[in-house]
T-cell receptor
Framework: GQNIDQPTEMTATEGAIVQINCTYQTSGFNGLFWYQQHAGEAPTFLSYNVLDGLEEKGRFSSFLSRSKGYSYLLLKELQMKDSASYLCAVGEAYSGAGSYQLTFGKGTKLSVIP | NAGVTQTPKFRVLKTGQSMTLLCAQDMNHEYMYWYRQDPGMGLRLIHYSVGEGTTAKGEVPDGYNVSRLKKQNFLLGLESAAPSQTSVYFC??????????FGPGTRLTVL
């Protein structure tokens, strides 16, 4: 099973940097995903880490430490449109059943203020 | 490509009524998933399918049934709706062990 924790809410100022943390406990690990979800919309993919280290993609970066069960999403040069919920999700593969599932955290609601 | 589509977008049911939610994808993905999202609970997996003709239970399967008769379609059925099934339902699809792509969601209210 999975246990995923992330802060419920965060507030940051336009132009600043914000880090959203995610810790997880899992019996099997096959990748960590970050999704962005604006209010009333579907989640959209942001980043994927399967090995330790930092993945950078424009203003967004994601870090993974498998030994610590820890990831963070870093958002730079915050814009008002970054106000959204950010979902951490851990992937788990079941080779016997031939399946792959994601377990999601409850999400972090980020509010960007002027 | 339309990606992942869901029908309907909104629905109001009375307790005890039945309905079917349709998910369709045109990306030739093998795996498809149904989630529900409730305030404070995050996304929870209801059922999933690893290929045409196969389905399996997720975290919260009670009160729901699914079918995958065609690779591109995944149906979620509620046989006797209950107020506890008021939620936003999302469908997603993927190649195995890859990024999941989500549909726009169905907002269901059960009175």
């Amino acid at each position: 099973g999975q246990n995923i924790d992330q802060p419920t809410e965060m507030t940051a100022t336009e132009g600043a940097i914000v880090q959203i943390n995610c810790t997880y406990q899992t019996s099997g690990f096959n990748g960590l995903f970050w999704y962005q979800q604006h209010a009333g919309e579907a989640p959209t993919f942001l980043s994927y880490n399967v090995l330790d280290g930092l993945e950078e993609k424009g203003r967004f970066s994601s870090f993974l430490s498998r030994s610590k069960g820890y990831s963070y999403l870093l958002l730079k040069e915050l814009q008002m449109k970054d106000s959204a919920s950010y979902l951490c999700a851990v992937g788990e593969a079941y080779s016997g059943a031939g399946s792959y599932q994601l377990t999601f955290g409850k999400g972090t609601k980020l509010s960007v203020i002027p | 490509n339309a990606g992942v589509t869901q029908t309907p977008k909104f629905r109001v049911l009375k307790t005890g009524q039945s309905m079917t939610l349709l998910c369709a994808q045109d990306m030739n993905h093998e795996y498809m998933y149904w989630y529900r999202q409730d305030p404070g609970m995050g996304l929870r997996l209801i059922h999933y399918s690893v290929g045409e003709g196969t389905t399996a239970k997720g975290e919260v399967p009670d009160g729901y049934n699914v079918s995958r008769l065609k690779k591109q379609n995944f149906l979620l059925g509620l046989e006797s709706a209950a107020p506890s099934q008021t939620s936003v339902y999302f469908c997603a699809s993927t190649y195995p062990a890859d990024t999941q792509y989500f549909g726009p969601g169905t907002r269901l209210t059960v009175l």
